[in-house]
């Protein structure tokens, strides 16, 4: 394990589990859910309401930072802790997820991927080597490995090929991150003539505080390449942790849940497991049930700027017209901002007024209501009621009204 990273287990019911997993910028009591900050800002909320309502770890973008406004300005900044004014843990997603999805206008080989950018059309490579180097300039505290992404429900072949080119990436992404954290060549310096910054959390030009490197296990929804996937990657290396990939990208819920099962019984129990861009509340539910310790997803800010709401009850799209006279909350059990100060009929006169507002109250409840539920599920792990409370929760969740639907 890394150098100022530690995984302490405190209680397990099944294979749901409890732990805190400490970092060079503090601990993440687990499960956690992982606000996402793509462009190193979780859409329309400010770092301290954040803190506010709990959110402990935050994710952003190797892809998206490294095309605007680039890692290297961002490394002169301080690093991206620095940049975006947030002092917890932070975690760097490789852009191997963002990189695939530009179907047509990527090109894979065994070097890398020549990709055009959806910002202007100009054209880019990222390779493990180059990879790295983006997330050593960014300086999170997890930086994830660069990875051939693809469709759920892709075949055998398909998934194969992308898993074991995963793996063989891995094995040059070590190499490049070993050579990096040796002194390698001196980063190019963008900002030459800027002034110091106060407060800066890490010297320039690279990060003082370790950074951990999590493989990601792919294989689809091929139970045997997922364990393929696993063993090959144990035999890499002594993990900090793990990410688990290439889910929720297309396959049935039934898939992902029976490849989370194969996952966690290939994955030492002793480190901390995270899936990758997963962020419904009942697949966080199911995935903590199976193993898995963190989470993050854009669903709570996207749903959120497009009226949708999630309840303990289901999910509620605050723009239907029953609402307009509705003095409820939108969830009467929860305890964040919007729901202690404002009604569904005024959150609801603020998106058909095409208010602001609006959008930054919907966001913010529902990324409280993920990670509060992770609490929840961490209070019941602790307690040891994990499986009954996951049962009613889940049940009262799926019996959503007509009105909620």
């Not at 749901?16 to 060079?24: E, G, L, Q, S, Y």
């Not at 202007?120 to 180059?130: A, K, L, Y």
């Not at 009942?282 to 709401?309: H, I, K, S, Y």
Request: proline letters at 7%.
């Amino acid at each position: 394990m890394d150098t100022g990273f530690t995984f302490e287990l405190e209680a397990e019911a099944g294979a749901a589990r409890a732990a805190r997993f400490t970092t060079p910028h503090g601990v993440v009591e687990t499960p956690a859910f992982m606000p996402v900050g793509t462009a190193a800002t979780v859409k329309s909320l400010d770092p301290d309401e954040l803190h506010a309502l709990g959110a402990q770890m935050i994710l952003s973008n190797a892809y998206h930072l490294h095309l605007r406004p680039g890692d290297e300005l961002i490394r002169d900044f301080g690093g991206v802790h620095r940049f975006m004014g947030w002092d917890g843990p932070l975690l760097t997603d490789s852009g191997g997820f963002q990189v695939f999805s530009l179907e047509g206008l990527r090109t894979v080989s065994e070097d890398g991927v020549e990709f055009r950018s959806h910002i202007d059309g100009s054209t880019h490579v990222f390779t493990p080597e180059s990879v790295m180097q983006i997330e050593r300039n960014l300086g999170a505290d997890v930086i994830m490995q660069f990875d051939h992404v693809i469709p759920g429900q892709s075949e055998e072949a398909a998934a194969r090929d992308a898993s074991e080119r995963s793996v063989r990436w891995l094995a040059r992404c070590v190499a490049a991150l070993e050579r990096l954290r040796a002194g390698g060549p001196p980063p190019k310096t963008t900002l030459p003539n800027s002034p110091p910054l106060p407060g800066t959390i890490f010297p320039l030009p690279a990060p003082s505080h370790s950074q951990a490197l999590f493989p990601i296990v792919q294989g689809g929804i091929h139970a045997s390449l997922r364990r393929e996937a696993a063993r090959a990657i144990l035999d890499l290396g002594d993990w900090t942790g793990f990410g688990i990939g290439g889910l929720s990208v297309g396959e049935a819920k039934p898939d992902m849940y029976r490849i989370l099962e194969v996952v966690d019984a290939e994955l030492p129990r002793d480190r901390p497991r995270y899936l990758m861009g997963v962020g419904f509340p009942e697949d966080l539910v199911e995935g903590v049930a199976r193993g898995v310790d963190l989470f993050d997803c854009v669903a709570p800010t996207r749903m959120g700027r497009n009226g949708a709401a999630f309840t303990r009850d289901g999910r509620l799209n605050i723009k239907r017209a029953e609402f307009r006279t509705d003095p409820r909350p939108l969830d009467p059990e929860c305890d964040c901002a919007a729901c202690r100060r404002f009604s569904r009929g005024y959150i609801r006169h603020l998106f058909t007024a095409d208010e602001m507002f609006g959008l930054h109250l919907l966001s913010l409840h529902n990324v409280h209501f993920l990670v509060h539920l992770m609490r929840d599920a961490r209070a019941a792990i602790r307690t040891g009621t994990f499986a009954a409370w996951s049962r009613t929760w889940l049940a009262r969740y799926h019996s959503r009204s007509p009105v909620v639907a």
